[in-house]
């Protein structure tokens, strides 16, 4: 699981996460992963939703994948990729677009890669 950043600066109301996602083959209806926005350090579920392979449009090609959530309070915000081991995939995941954090989930482990811009 990655998960992160722990943001406080989003008031009640409606907004959307951004997942940046890729996989090494779309082939398969699997699932790969889970997308979730929470609060309160994953005790309250604003948003949820699954990835399977052929929810990518192409192997190895970043995609987006959004999840709309209504924040009932003004606590911390947590964006979550649950990784499910079958597949190797890469993300780069922020509740806002500018936050860069480029992981590489393969079947060995967690592994953290430079964000193309160095911004990280």
């Known amino acids: 699981m990655v998960f992160g950043p722990y ?3 989003y008031g009640q109301g ?3 996460a951004q997942f940046k996602l890729m996989v090494d083959n779309n ?3 699997d699932v790969v992963g889970s997308l979730d926005v929470v609060t309160g350090y ?3 579920v604003l948003a949820t939703r699954q990835v ?3 929810d990518f449009t192409s192997a190895n090609q970043w995609q987006t994948f959004t999840l709309q959530f209504d924040n009932p309070c003004f606590g911390l915000v947590e964006a979550r990729v649950w990784w499910a081991g079958n597949a190797n995939m890469r993300l780069k995941a922020g509740v806002r677009p500018a936050i860069c954090a480029i992981w590489s989930l393969i079947a060995y ?3 953290r890669v430079r964000c193309p811009s160095g911004n990280d």
């Open 109 to 111: 482990g967690l592994q």
């Open 27 to 29: 082939s398969g209806s």
């Open 52 to 54: 399977r392979r052929s």
């Open 42 to 44: 994953g005790g309250n």
């Open 14 to 16: 409606h907004h959307t």
């Open 7 to 9: 943001d406080t600066t």
